[in-house]
């Protein structure tokens, strides 16, 4: 069932804690309109239907009273907001809207030359030394043994037959000889005997003989060897050198530049917007 706002009389439903015209608190309303029902209910019944409609005249006059001081109280309260509201926004707009100029240094990335040494290979000829082998014939002295015919005194014996002259005899047989023949005859004394004629004897003759004997002796002989001469060669290695080169390089460098900023929070701002009070930075 609909009800009306003590205050200002607007209809109002039964759920609503607040007007939504002038903005009271029903529910205190209410509580304070029935509080003087119930005075009023306590006062003796001999009252008069006149004063019932006195005061049932005074209560709308009453609530007519109310709703106009409500509703002017209404209008200044919405004047109150919006100069609030417009005073919000100039701060705001004070507070936010004003910039400054700020330098600003930044890290700026750029491409630059830089020169750089290098170790570089290359290939060089080198002479070195080495003993290389190769054949030969040496001669050299050895010791053998030859045969040699080495000379020597010896003694040689032969018989030689010696006869006594015609019509004479060995009378005696000499040393070392002996009779090999004999002839009968007369000797001197007139003996009639075998008488030695011829004898034979033994003669040892110095003589030189030679024999082989087994003697050391030097000699010269060859034979291959295998002997060394120190030779220069060549070869290629790898030695390296310094070299000079450029290469590409990104850097970086801190440029100063101007920065538009929030004069009083110094966030950074897309506009350029200085009041004569703010000096930039």
């Given at each position: 069932?609909?009800?009306?706002?003590?205050?200002?009389?607007?209809?109002?439903?039964?759920?609503?804690?607040?007007?939504?015209?002038?903005?009271?608190?029903?529910?205190?309303?209410?509580?304070?309109?029935?509080?003087?029902?119930?005075?009023?209910?306590?006062t003796p019944k001999t009252e008069t239907y006149d004063k019932k409609i006195k005061d049932s005249d005074n209560k709308e006059q009453k609530i007519v009273s109310l709703k106009k001081k409500s509703i002017l109280i209404k209008?200044?309260?919405?004047?109150?907001?919006?100069?609030?509201?417009?005073?919000?926004?100039?701060?705001?707009?004070?507070?936010?809207?004003?910039?400054?100029?700020?330098?600003?240094?930044?890290?700026?990335?750029?491409?630059?030359?830089?020169?750089?040494?290098?170790?570089?290979?290359?290939?060089?000829?080198?002479?070195?030394?080495?003993?290389?082998?190769?054949?030969?014939?040496?001669?050299?002295?050895?010791?053998?043994?030859?045969?040699?015919?080495?000379?020597?005194?010896?003694?040689?014996?032969?018989?030689?037959?010696?006869?006594?002259?015609?019509?004479?005899?060995?009378?005696?047989?000499?040393?070392?000889?002996?009779?090999?023949?004999?002839?009968?005859?007369?000797?001197?004394?007139?003996?009639?005997?075998?008488?030695?004629?011829?004898?034979?004897?033994?003669?040892?003759?110095?003589?030189?003989?030679?024999?082989?004997?087994?003697?050391?002796?030097?000699?010269?002989?060859?034979?291959?060897?295998?002997?060394?001469?120190?030779?220069?060669?060549?070869?290629?290695?790898?030695?390296?050198?310094?070299?000079?080169?450029?290469?590409?390089?990104?850097?970086?460098?801190?440029?100063?530049?101007?920065?538009?900023?929030?004069?009083?929070?110094?966030?950074?701002?897309?506009?350029?917007?200085?009041?004569?009070?703010?000096?930039?930075?």
């Open positions: 069932m609909p009800k009306f706002c003590p205050n200002c009389g607007e209809s109002i439903s039964d759920k609503v804690k607040f007007c939504p015209e002038c903005g009271v608190v029903i529910d205190s309303l209410i509580q304070k309109f029935d509080q003087s029902q119930v005075i009023e209910d306590n209008h200044k309260s919405d004047i109150f907001i919006l100069l609030g509201v417009c005073i919000f926004l100039i701060v705001v707009f004070l507070l936010l809207a004003p910039t400054k100029t700020i330098i600003n240094n930044v890290e700026v990335v750029y491409t630059d030359t830089e020169t750089y040494s290098e170790k570089e290979p290359y290939e060089v000829q080198e002479a070195y030394q080495e003993q290389e082998p190769y054949q030969s014939v040496e001669t050299y002295t050895d010791t053998v043994p030859v045969p040699v015919s080495v000379p020597y005194q010896d003694t040689e014996n032969s018989y030689q037959s010696y006869d006594a002259p015609s019509g004479k005899y060995y009378s005696s047989i000499p040393s070392g000889c002996t009779c090999t023949s004999n002839r009968y005859q007369y000797d001197e004394d007139g003996n009639y005997g075998a008488l030695c004629v011829q004898v034979s004897c033994l003669i040892s003759t110095p003589v030189t003989k030679y024999r082989t004997e087994m003697q050391q002796e030097s000699v010269q002989k060859e034979r291959p060897v295998t002997k060394y001469r120190t030779i220069t060669k060549y070869r290629n290695v790898t030695q390296y050198r310094d070299v000079l080169k450029t290469r590409e390089v990104l850097k970086t460098r801190i440029d100063p530049q101007p920065l538009e900023v929030n004069w009083l929070l110094g966030f950074k701002t897309p506009y350029k917007f200085h009041l004569p009070f703010i000096s930039g930075g």
